[in-house]
């Protein structure tokens, strides 16, 4: 099994980039699968989670180039052109392939079936599967998790879905249906969730409004092959944010970062605990804006996460204990146990490392307490096992900027279903991870 050896760093400097959009990539591939004609896609995340959406699109008969690593060629079949595949579809570790497949192809002719690696198997997915079944879909699942198995030749229908969770998966799935159904389709959310498949859907050409809380599709409108420039990854960024804040010395710059608002919520509540990050330059010309960001060493201050910031700092929360373990004075999240049922229990995970790290803390069922040590080190060296969870990984390596001695991290591969080359990069700007077991670190 793949691990990382971290040894202390005391600073991290330079200028860098991050991959591209995670979230942007999968609906890039989906989206241009079914418009008429040729999208391009530019800056494009060639991770395992978005290799499987795309291997997942060739199986339902859709072409796809790889002109160059991060840039692709969609040739789009269509609304109704997607043919079916020959075999299960493989989702490996992504839980966003799976439900946004589950809406694009609930309303399809043919039989599919969706599968996905260990993690994927455990994760719910009646969340997703509950309103397309109210939109006349038939979908199977085991016990609410994968395989999943939708039957076609079922004419759907618009509905008005007001979503229990704040999810954006559940939301992009009912969606997707909806272009694929007779009348009207509404979805209401309880909170801001990401909104990248609801602005990508406008660049294609549909009209999608939104009122208040709730957004609005009629269904089959064509959709109008379109170039998508995909900015960097907000959650692959994160993780310098935090090690940028929480060095004891250096100076980075975060080039061609993802600002969509819905994203953010990270960078607010670094910037409450005292973070010294700026925004150097921004470009909102696009459907998805961009900045660059400074990131300088500060003493943090601990904070109680507001409640309205979780769902859009959904992902970054490994990496936040990280930034709450250093700073002073008590951190408190509340209302996260969504966290609980993403690629593992980062709840449950993110405590076990933080005890092993000798971090004071209490874990509670809906998030963490976490007692900070702004001076010196916040973390003794320990041993770490990620469980699988590529951001638990990168979480625990970016701890060494405050580590006494040594972190070893296991089960790093997972870090290549979001971030392919993060630990060569976070080395390019002062990290000292060491990668063993086998060639071809993450
Ligand atoms: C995602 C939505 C979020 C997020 C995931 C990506 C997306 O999940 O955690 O990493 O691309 O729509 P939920 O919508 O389940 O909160």
Redesign the pocket.
């Known amino acids: 099994m793949k691990h990382w050896t971290v040894q202390p760093a005391a600073g991290v400097t330079g200028r860098m980039r991050v991959p591209g959009d ?3 990539s ?2 890039s591939l989906m989206l241009g699968g079914i418009a008429n004609g040729v999208t391009t896609v530019e800056g494009f995340l060639a991770s395992e989670d978005c290799l499987a959406t795309l291997g997942a699109l060739r199986a339902l008969g859709v072409q796809i180039e790889r002109p160059a690593e991060t840039s692709v060629r969609v040739h789009g079949v269509g609304l109704s052109g997607l043919k079916p595949a020959s075999a299960s579809l493989e989702m490996g570790n992504a ?2 392939a799976m ?2 497949f589950m809406g694009l192809l609930a309303g399809q002719s043919f039989d599919s079936t969706l599968i996905g690696d260990a993690s994927l198997m455990k994760r719910p997915m009646e ?1 997703a599967a509950r309103p397309l079944r109210d939109m006349g879909a038939s979908i199977e699942t085991v016990e609410g998790k994968p395989p999943v198995r939708l039957h076609g030749g079922k004419a759907l229908h618009g509905i008005d879905f007001v979503m229990p ?8 799935a009912v969606l997707l249906a909806g272009l694929m159904a007779d009348g009207v389709t509404r979805v209401t959310e309880p909170a801001p ?2 909104d ?2 609801e602005r990508m859907l406008r660049g294609f050409g549909v009209d999608v409004t939104r009122e208040g809380a709730s957004v609005t599709l009629r269904g089959g409108q064509a959709l109008h092959a379109m170039h998508v420039r995909v900015p960097g990854d907000f ?1 692959s960024a994160a993780f310098f944010m935090v090690a940028g804040s929480i060095a004891r010395s250096g100076e980075l710059y975060i080039e061609n970062v993802g600002m969509n608002p819905t994203r953010t919520g990270l960078l607010d509540i670094l910037r409450a605990m005292g973070a010294d990050i700026t925004i150097e330059s921004r470009d909102d010309s696009g459907p998805e804006p961009l900045a660059t960001l400074r990131v300088r060493p500060a003493r943090l201050r601990g904070i109680e996460v507001p409640l309205d910031l979780v ?1 859009l700092a ?2 970054e929360f490994p990496v936040f204990f990280i930034a709450a373990a250093c700073a002073e004075g008590v951190s408190l999240l509340r209302g996260a146990e ?1 966290l609980r ?3 593992s229990d980062r709840l449950a995970v993110m405590a076990e490392g933080l005890a092993a790290l000798g971090v004071a803390h209490t874990l509670l069922p809906d998030g963490m307490r976490i007692d900070g040590q702004p001076e010196g080190a916040a973390f003794r060296a320990g041993q770490i096992d990620s469980h699988g969870d590529h951001r638990v990984a990168m979480s625990f390596a970016v701890a060494s900027l405050r580590a006494a001695g040594p972190i070893d991290i296991a089960d790093v591969a997972n870090v290549a279903t ?1 971030f392919p080359g993060f630990s060569t990069l976070a080395n390019s700007m002062g990290l000292r991870i060491v990668a063993a077991d086998g060639a071809g670190a993450a």
């Open positions: 995670k979230s942007v999968h609906r839980g966003t439900r946004l969340r969770v704040a999810s954006a998966q559940v939301k992009s969730t990401r990248h498949t959650s769902p959904i992902d969504e049922v993403k690629e979001s």
